[in-house]
C-alpha cells in the first residue's frame, strides 16, 4: 500500500498570513494531485503535478511536486477566509490494471478574518 | 457540467441490514472509485474499477463489496451493515489514463448503522 503523509493536520491562521502543506510519501507517484473540500460536498481538484520539480501556480497557491515525485508542496500566499477548507493530496499510482488514487489525511486549514 | 451523482446524501441502517449505496456518472469515465472519510483517517480507498465487471479490491475492503454492470454505474454494498461502517462514503470517477483533470467526487453519503 503507498502511503501519503500530510502535515500538518490542523492550521489555524490570521488572514494576511502565508502557509505551506507539505505530502509526503516514500513511494514514487505518477502524478500528485491536490483537492480542496467544504463541509458537505466532495473534494474538488485543484492542481495535478505530473513532472518531478514542477512548480504550478493557481492565483495565491503555488504547488510543487518533488524532484523524485515523492512528495509535494501547497503554498498560500496572503491567505483569505475563503481559503478555509479541507486540503487533501492524492498519489496516483498507476496498476497493471487501471489507476488509483491514495489520499493524505488531510490539513483543515481555518483563516480568521 | 459533468457529474457524479450518489443516490443518497443521508441513510440510516439497521445493524446486519444488506445496503446499497449507487453511484453514476455521465463523464463516459473508465476509472470509478469507492472511498470512506473518517475524522483524522482522510479518505481510504474500498474499491475501485477501471471496467465494466471488472474489479480491484481497495485498502480496506472488509465486509463491503461492489457492482459495476454498466460503465455509468458503480455500486458499494454492505452485506451485513455493522456499527463500525458509520462513515461518509465518496464516489469519484476519472479517466483511465489522467489527462490532469483528476477524479470528479460526488456529493458524499453519510451512512449511520444503529
Known amino acids: 500500500t503507498q502511503l501519503l503523509e500530510q502535515s500538518p493536520q490542523f492550521l489555524s491562521i490570521q488572514e494576511g498570513e502565508n502557509l505551506t502543506v507539505y505530502c509526503n510519501s516514500s513511494?514514487?507517484?505518477?502524478?500528485l494531485q491536490w483537492y480542496r473540500q467544504e463541509p458537505g460536498e466532495g473534494p474538488v481538484l485543484l492542481v495535478t503535478v505530473v513532472t518531478g520539480g514542477e512548480v504550478k501556480k493557481l492565483k495565491r497557491l503555488t504547488f510543487q511536486f518533488g524532484d523524485a515525485r515523492k512528495d509535494s508542496s501547497l503554498h498560500i500566499t496572503a491567505a483569505q477566509p475563503g481559503d478555509t477548507g479541507l486540503y487533501l493530496c492524492?498519489?496516483?499510482?498507476?496498476?497493471?490494471?487501471?489507476?488509483?488514487?491514495?489520499f493524505g489525511e488531510g490539513t483543515q486549514l481555518t483563516v480568521n478574518p | 457540467d459533468v457529474k457524479v451523482t450518489q443516490s443518497s446524501r443521508y441513510l440510516v441502517k439497521r445493524t446486519g441490514e444488506k445496503v446499497f449505496l449507487e453511484c453514476v456518472q455521465d463523464?463516459?469515465?473508465?476509472?470509478m472509485f469507492w472511498y470512506r472519510q473518517d475524522p483524522g483517517l482522510g479518505l481510504r480507498l474500498i474499491y475501485f474499477?477501471?471496467?465494466?465487471?471488472?474489479?480491484e479490491k481497495g485498502d480496506i475492503p472488509e465486509g463491503y463489496s461492489v457492482s459495476r454492470e454498466k460503465k455509468e454505474r458503480f455500486s458499494l454494498i454492505l452485506e451485513s451493515a455493522s456499527t463500525n461502517q458509520t462513515s461518509m462514503y465518496l464516489c469519484a470517477s476519472s479517466l483511465l489514463v489522467d489527462t490532469g483533470s483528476g477524479a470528479f467526487f460526488g456529493q458524499g453519503t453519510r451512512l449511520t448503522v444503529v
Open positions: 463523464m463516459d469515465h473508465e476509472n
Open positions: 474499477s477501471y471496467d465494466v465487471k471488472m474489479k
Open positions: 513511494s514514487v507517484f505518477s502524478s
Open positions: 492524492a498519489g496516483e499510482g498507476v496498476e497493471t490494471s487501471g489507476s488509483r488514487l491514495t
